[in-house]
């Protein structure tokens, strides 16, 4: 099964394990993490600031040799070996890092939940009754478990934060356009970023000094800022977690935070507008294999694609509208400073609520888009931050200037040596 040139010693085929072997304790790899898992997989290709890592990258990246299985067993049906290497993933090899495996993710990455009825959920370790979070589900999952150094992913709509919030990770999606996305099967291009997610800040800023060479080091925020009225979109319990944290930042001689006033009763006209112009998009890309491939779907991911198929050229114009005006009133409001929230709504919700298209993950993703949406729709740098909480991880999320990732990556650091 082990074998050290780079070829698949693990490829999971089957479908609906609800949970799996902790590898670290049976030496199996967990069919809900990976697709498939080498020793490693792929070697690094070159020598630098990455010797020795591993990464685990989501399965919808071209690496050459391997085919991308994008979370639906129909489309891996489907596809043929890569000829090329994403651009993201050959920047890795050549840092010195090597490829763990090809790691899970919601089908078509159309989802935050990480709940993909096809091959079950990923462990969360750090809140084991609960899911791991996506759409960047499985190298989430295999970081935290500590098979992996660095989770290769992709930030649409959360998926980085998400999991790095639910999980207690860090994780980075960048300013839009900082990392190419050239091998990435998109979902939305408008709105798709490639990001990160590591156990500490500076394995994050480690990884990111190798995937935005020529980016995100723009001028330095000038300062932070946190409204109460965003603050008070996620739970109580989430809400105190990020307060208590802000608190201690004066203390530990980290950037003054200012308070501003939003109206926070525009966040779900903004919502709605992002997911419809992200539904045009994603029926664009995938609506034709869609068409011939609805019974592959899980219930939830089908549901958005049924939706997406019905947007009009009128519904696109109005969206459009709103987020112009939307983005206009963020940068009105942020200027170059970097703004404080929730990475995510509420704690990751259980297992046992988790139902695929249920009421409870529906909401969360409701709500949580609320708070996800302003970086997205300003193409604005993210950074979640795990932060104590009393029952399970929380993260807060700095959302940085257009161009300002490596400051954002410096000020994570910073946090996290601070230990607030």
């Not at 129909?74 to 090899?93: D, H, I, K, M, N």
């Not at 919700?349 to 708070?371: C, D, M, S, W, Y």
Request: with cysteine.
């Amino acid at each position: 099964m082990v074998s050290s040139g780079g070829q698949p010693v693990f490829a999971a085929t089957g479908a609906g394990r609800e949970s799996a072997p902790d590898p670290r304790i049976s030496g199996e790899p967990d069919s809900t993490v990976w697709r498939e898992f080498g020793d490693p997989l792929v070697p690094a290709t070159g020598r630098g600031p990455l010797d020795g890592l591993t990464v685990a990258v989501k399965d919808l990246f071209a690496v050459e040799g391997h085919r991308v299985g994008a979370g639906n067993p129909a489309w891996l049906a489907g596809s043929r070996p890569e000829s090329t290497t994403a651009s993201a993933v050959a920047a890795l090899l050549a840092a010195g890092a090597a490829v763990a495996g090809m790691a899970r993710t919601d089908e078509f990455a159309y989802s935050l939940a990480g709940t993909n009825g096809h091959y079950g959920t990923p462990p969360n370790p750090a809140a084991p009754e609960r899911i791991s979070g996506g759409s960047t589900s499985g190298p989430a999952s295999a970081v935290a478990l500590g098979q992996a150094d660095i989770g290769l992913g992709t930030d649409t709509g959360g998926s980085i934060r998400i999991p790095s919030s639910y999980q207690g990770l860090y994780g980075i999606r960048p300013s839009h356009g900082a990392v190419s996305t050239e091998g990435l099967l998109p979902l939305a291009p408008s709105f798709d970023t490639v990001g990160w997610i590591t156990r500490d800040a500076r394995a994050l800023r480690a990884a990111g000094r190798v995937l935005l060479p020529g980016g995100g080091d723009g001028p330095a925020p000038s300062g932070a800022v946190l409204a109460q009225e965003i603050i008070g979109v996620a739970s109580p319990e989430v809400g105190a977690s990020v307060r208590r944290a802000v608190a201690g930042w004066r203390a530990a001689g980290l950037p003054r935070v200012q308070g501003v006033r939003f109206d926070a009763g525009a966040l779900p006209g903004w919502v709605r507008a992002f997911q419809t112009k992200q539904g045009v998009e994603a029926w664009h890309r995938w609506g034709p294999w869609v068409s011939r491939h609805w019974e592959s779907l899980n219930p939830d991911v089908r549901s958005r694609f049924e939706t997406a198929s019905q947007y009009t050229p009128d519904d696109l114009a109005a969206a459009e509208r709103v987020l112009r005006e939307a983005r206009a009133r963020v940068d009105d409001l942020l200027g170059d400073r970097v703004l404080i929230l929730p990475s995510a709504s509420s704690v990751a919700p259980t297992r046992e609520e988790a139902a695929l298209g249920g009421p409870v993950i529906e909401q969360a993703r409701a709500q949580t888009f609320q708070l996800t949406c302003l970086a997205g729709l300003t193409g604005r740098c993210a950074v979640s931050i795990p932060v104590r909480s009393r029952t399970a991880p929380v993260g807060l999320c700095l959302v940085g200037p257009r161009g300002s990732d490596r400051h954002l990556l410096d000020l994570a650091v910073r946090v996290e040596s601070a230990g607030v």
